[in-house]
């Protein structure tokens, strides 16, 4: 097998590969900016300077030729050589700044000229703790800087878009921002201006950075140059908490991560899935955090005379319990939802089963043409096919108008699911009915709905979703509910706020737990009045079940999820049964 | 709000011959940002976005194009323009005196025109005359070398009634002694 000694180290390597990403896939550190995994090498920042050298290999015999001391001859390159763009070879000698005195001089340079027009404002900068310019000058920089001039300056707080903000002066001209639009979004609306000292990238005149994927240009930007003009100020990195997560505003189930703080959802980020989204994530799914945060339903909420007014827990699980002594199990019409996680769906169908019911109907949220070739696809719910794995019937939004028409019907349970806005149906039509609905956000359907119930949204729950491609994922809780609490629950994160702040100070509140509870747990608990052998202890009990159940979903467990970033399934269930 | 700009068929001609001189299209914007400097004056982002569509390429990367070079004038200019090299030989020599002197006589700054329309003065970096300096260019055309701020004056002067300088041949030392 080829060897590579790096730092005195060997090596051993199949796939011939580029000596940065090697050093880096093998837990080693080596400063960079511009080389990016999925973007092409221009090798411009000249930060991964490296000593690298072949060993000479005697022609005839084909060993290495040795010197008087025994030690193998190296063909040193004549200068040093840019880590990221430099192919690995059998044989090959690399020294990085650990072993070599000049590499740790060359990076100290190249940091100190990078940074003679850099603001260093820091202070106010966005990128501020999550920065490679700034964290590998405080490794790797000079001491201080020998520039003693006034500084070039550039356009700041420049509009680019509705979604990003250039400041010039940040800039170091790495080009990913560039090499994102022309390669990977392909709108090729950036490109850099002007010359030397002075240049900086920004759009054609006149034109508007609307790229549908403009905000991975803020992710990629290695300094604060291009910030997202929504999350601009609102939060420090380093208050917020990491929770990996699942996009559920989109069909292709991009990973994701949430980053809360004081249970605030403050912004979303791509996070990287090899078989899923890469690097990237539409800018549409970012804007999901709203959803988390705002125009919540927190408590159960009843209909009173016309009028919605708030319920206790025990008086909306008794109303429900009632509704459902009253009515035949015929008489009973069961919604599921593609924006529902699997659990929730699979506890819903359970459930309803156990009284008799056992048709689960619901409507995928699909627009055709909404789609495009990266990362959107035409379906806008994340679930899609978890419906369809549990043998829900699917049935179009006018067959669904005539379900919730049909006078045969007395009471409609809807899941998790804003259906009626994709539903054209009369008022009247709903007026004989009981409509009870599991609803995370206030919506047209929880307006008319008799009852709602709040549910756990995908930031709150552990729940899975199968995507278009068949990939089953999971969410992970990162915002807390009245009823869970980061500091027991193993499976949430803590931030440094949430070690350490307190109800007294001004960071740290109670005031954003939503009074709400998973679906399954909401069925365990209305069993449990109604005296139902229905004990779900956790999500986890419930996939068991599923996966007990369900031959397509065998041997999924959210522990494969995570090792494996979601695991590809072959779904055999029938497909599109209609009424 | 600007103006209208648009290629005839002959530079349509002109331009399809440019391109057959190129495997790929990119490298023709150069010689057809040219012509259009030729045919309209200078290059306003009206004009580089049709060149970008002629050649069927982002407006942004011409647009990066035509602001690397100094030689490209990206908004109106007078119509002489004065290419002052501030690099270093001609900084050493006084590049920046005679910017000064210049600035002060047509009352303008680097980077502006005159409001008859005559004079443009740019501060621009090394034009490959080391040798002459300080020196200054006018349009994109003549050098003018060895400057003082008479010579500056009496150029000024001359253009003024629209004669160009000539071309001024100037040996360097090593030639000088074998001639």
């Given at each position: ?64 030729e ?27 000698v ?44 405080y490794?790797y ?11 070039v ?11 990003v ?38 759009t ?13 240009t ?25 929770t ?38 539409p ?46 199990s015929d ?59 549990l ?39 709903l ?12 919506t047209?359907?929880t ?62 509140s ?70 | ?79 002489f323009?004065?290419?002052v ?27 502006e ?60 030392p090593?030639?000088?002694?074998e001639?």
């Amino acid at each position: 097998m080829a060897e590579i000694i790096i730092d005195d180290k060997k090596f051993e390597f199949e796939e011939v590969g580029k000596v940065l990403q090697f050093i880096l896939d093998n837990g080693m550190d080596l400063p960079f900016f511009c080389y990016h995994p999925s973007l092409s090498i221009p090798a411009n920042c000249r930060q991964c300077f490296i000593e690298a050298g072949q060993m000479v290999k005697d022609r005839e015999s084909g060993e290495y030729e040795l010197d008087e001391d025994g030690n193998p001859v190296i063909r040193w390159f004549p200068k040093l050589m840019t880590a990221c763009s430099l192919d690995m070879a059998d044989g090959m000698v690399i020294k990085t700044h650990v072993t070599s005195e000049k590499v740790k001089v060359a990076q100290a340079d190249t940091l100190e000229l990078i940074l003679i027009n850099h603001p260093l404002d820091c202070p106010i900068c966005d990128q501020a703790g999550e920065c490679p310019l700034q964290i590998q000058t405080y490794k790797y920089g000079p001491e201080g800087s020998r520039f003693e001039h006034k500084k070039v300056h550039k356009p700041k707080r420049i509009q680019l878009g509705p979604r990003v903000i250039l400041d010039a002066e940040r800039c170091i001209n790495c080009t990913r921002c560039v090499r994102f639009t022309d390669e990977v979004s392909k709108t090729h609306q950036l490109s850099i201006v002007s010359r030397g000292d002075k240049n900086y990238p920004i759009t054609a005149e006149g034109q508007v950075f609307d790229d549908p994927y403009s905000l991975n240009t803020v992710d990629i930007c290695p300094v604060g140059a291009l910030t997202s003009a929504d999350f601009r100020f609102k939060a420090r990195v380093w208050e917020m908490n990491q929770t990996p997560s699942i996009d559920v505003t989109n069909g292709k189930g991009v990973n994701i991560d949430l980053w809360t703080r004081d249970n605030l959802v403050m912004r979303i980020t791509p996070r990287f899935n090899k078989e899923v989204n890469d690097h990237w994530m539409p800018d549409i799914g970012r804007e999901a955090y709203r959803l988390f945060n705002e125009n919540r339903v927190s408590k159960p909420i009843i209909k009173l005379d016309g009028d919605q007014v708030r319920s206790s827990w025990n008086n909306a699980f008794m109303t429900v319990s009632e509704k459902i002594s009253s009515v035949k199990s015929d008489e009973i019409l069961l919604i599921g939802s593609p924006y529902a996680s699997l659990e929730d769906n699979y506890a819903f169908q359970n459930w309803f089963n156990r009284l008799g019911v056992s048709d689960v109907y619901f409507t995928p949220h699909i627009e055709k043409g909404y789609g495009d070739d990266l990362l959107l696809v035409d379906d806008h719910a994340p679930n899609t096919n978890g419906c369809k794995a549990l043998g829900f019937k699917e049935v179009d939004a006018k067959k669904m108008a005539k379900l919730l028409s049909d006078e045969s019907y007395k009471a409609v349970f809807i899941l998790g699911d804003d259906l009626l806005s994709r539903v054209d149906i009369d008022d009247s039509a709903l007026e004989s009915k009981y409509l009870v609905s599991f609803a995370t956000n206030h919506t047209e359907t929880t307006k008319k709905s008799d009852l709602v119930i709040p549910i756990t949204s995908s930031a709150e729950h552990i729940g899975s979703y199968i995507n278009v491609d068949e990939r089953i994922q999971r969410t992970i809780p990162a915002k807390e509910t009245m009823y869970t609490n980061r500091k027991l629950d193993l499976e949430m994160s803590m931030g440094r706020l949430d070690h350490f702040g307190t109800k007294f100070d001004n960071w740290v509140s109670d005031k954003n737990r939503v009074d709400c509870i998973p679906a399954w747990e909401v069925l365990v608990r209305i069993g449990n009045e109604m005296n139902l052998e229905f004990n779900f202890a956790s999500p986890q009990d419930v996939l068991e079940d599923i996966t007990d159940k369900i031959p397509a979903l065998e041997n999924v467990s959210y522990d494969r999820m995570d090792k494996e970033n979601g695991i590809a399934l072959k779904l055999s269930a029938p497909k599109s049964v209609t009424t | 709000m600007s103006k209208e700009y648009t290629f005839d068929k002959d530079d349509l001609k002109k331009i399809e011959e440019i391109k057959s001189r190129y495997p790929e299209v990119t490298p023709a914007v150069m010689p057809v940002l040219w012509l259009a400097q030729d045919k309209f004056g200078h290059v306003e982002p009206a004009v580089q976005k049709l060149v970008a569509d002629t050649l069927g390429l982002p407006q942004a990367h011409v647009q990066g194009v035509a602001s690397f070079y100094t030689q490209y004038y990206k908004k109106e200019k007078g119509k002489f323009v004065l290419d002052v090299c501030t690099s270093f030989s001609c900084q050493i020599c006084g590049g920046y005196e005679i910017l000064d002197h210049l600035e002060n006589k047509l009352g303008i700054k680097a980077g502006e025109t005159t409001e008859d329309g005559m004079f443009s003065i740019q501060s621009v970096e090394c034009l490959g005359a080391c040798g002459y300096a300080p020196m200054l260019q006018v349009t994109n055309d003549k050098y003018v070398n060895n400057l003082t701020t008479e010579k500056v004056d009496s150029l000024i002067e001359n253009l003024k009634q629209g004669k160009m300088p000539e071309f001024e041949s100037i040996p360097m030392p090593q030639h000088e002694t074998e001639s």
